[in-house]
């Protein structure tokens, strides 16, 4: 069975730090993403990836960063974390093709205080 | 730009009754269309799929969804909903050829006793 596993499901950091949120994916799936989720905003894509080292910018990239050194592995980070930056963050993977559905993490609940 | 609409943030209905969760999509061009579903706590879970052929789709729990280029929609519909039906029901739409797919903002089902 395809697998997302996001690192933590809930974590809670403070103002200013600089806070690492991590993907793994099972499925040697070329494409990740980042979400976040926000109540009445639905999903917003922060960054994607399309190959190992490769980054595009999504729709509300400022403040974070990524990284993927591997494959399966796709890295949000937020630089110095700032309290509008508490949301769920979702992780997804899929095939190269549009037409492949996003396969989903089970989410991280991040609080910044 | 591809964007998506989900004319309603939350649809209340009785169990057993009927439903339909209203999508629209903004650009005629060559789409692929999706519904995913996610539940309380969880990442979003593919529900269905449209990417080429017969208009109507459907999913293995009794939704189905159709695809209406002239009026750009892809609404889901149940004949009969179950109380663990209780989600949230995202619409989504990707380009042929775009490496992005596009979410709505979200439906709450809510099932009534």
């Known amino acids: 069975d395809v697998k997302v596993t996001q690192s933590s499901r809930y974590l809670v950091k403070r103002t200013g730090e600089k806070v690492f949120l991590e993907c793994v994916q099972d499925m040697d799936h070329e494409n990740m993403f980042w979400y976040r989720q926000d109540p009445g905003l639905g999903l917003r894509l922060i960054y994607f990836?399309?190959?190992?080292?490769?980054?595009e910018k999504g729709d509300i990239p400022e403040g974070y960063s990524v990284s993927r050194e591997k494959k399966e592995r796709f890295s949000l980070i937020l630089e110095s974390a700032s309290t509008n930056q508490t949301s769920m963050y979702l992780c997804?993977?899929?095939?190269?093709?549009?037409?492949?559905?996003?396969?989903f993490g089970d989410g991280t609940r991040l609080s910044i205080l | 730009a591809q964007s998506v609409t989900q004319l309603d943030s939350q649809v209340p209905v009785f169990e057993e009754a009927p439903v339909e969760l209203r999508c629209n999509y903004s650009?005629?061009?060559?789409?692929?269309l999706f519904w995913y579903v996610q539940y309380p706590n969880q990442g979003l879970q593919l529900l269905l799929k449209y990417l080429s052929g017969s208009t109507l789709v459907e999913s293995i729990n009794g939704f189905e969804a159709e695809f209406n280029k002239s009026q750009t929609s892809f609404h889901l519909r149940k004949p009969s909903v179950h109380i663990s039906d209780t989600a949230e029901y995202f619409c989504?739409?990707?380009?042929?050829?775009?490496?992005?797919?596009?979410f709505g903002k979200g439906t709450r089902l809510h099932i009534l006793p």
């Open positions: 990836s399309y190959d190992v080292k490769m980054k």
């Open positions: 989504a739409v990707s380009d042929r050829g775009d490496d992005k797919i596009i």
């Open positions: 997804a993977s899929s095939f190269e093709s549009t037409e492949q559905p996003q396969h």
């Open positions: 650009s005629s061009v060559s789409v692929y």
